[in-house]
Nanobody, 127 residues
Framework: QVQLVESGGGLVQAGGSLRLSCAASGRTFSRYTMGWFRQAPGKEREFVAAISWSGASTYYADFVKGRFTISRDNAKNTVYLQMNSLKPEDTAVYYC????????????????????WGKGTRVTVSS
């Protein structure tokens, strides 16, 4: 069982930056693929980024490549999402998730590939 708590969301102007954090409970954090997803009003939850248990492999949705960076610190049981050059279309609730599947499988399956979810943190980007 893993419990996830996101933080770092807020209101930012277009072009600005935010860093989201996700603190995980449990001693097996380092065994999980970790991911960030987002859900905008009226839209389905979508994949943003994922990172393997070791941090060696990362994957990104095309719409965030070059702007967002996912990282993790297994000693702190924390995963991060650094978001730069934010756009109004990045406005959404961002969710942290953990899964036992290989990272590449998570990327293929999307939200269905994850097993544990946080409650989300809201990001609003103004134009």
């Amino acid at each position: 069982q893993v419990q996830l708590v996101e933080s770092g969301g807020g209101l930012v102007q277009a072009g600005g930056s935010l860093r989201l954090s996700c603190a995980a409970s449990g001693r097996t954090f380092s065994r999980y693929t970790m991911g960030w997803f987002r859900q905008a009003p009226g839209k389905e939850r979508e994949f943003v980024a994922a990172i393997s248990w070791s941090g060696a492999s990362t994957y990104y949705a095309d719409f965030v490549k070059g702007r967002f960076t996912i990282s993790r610190d297994n000693a702190k049981n924390t995963v991060y999402l650094q978001m730069n050059s934010l756009k109004p279309e990045d406005t959404a609730v961002y969710y942290c998730a953990a899964g036992i599947r290989e990272t590449v499988v998570v990327v293929t399956m999307g939200a269905n590939g994850m097993d544990y979810w946080g409650k989300g943190t809201r990001v609003t980007v103004s134009s």
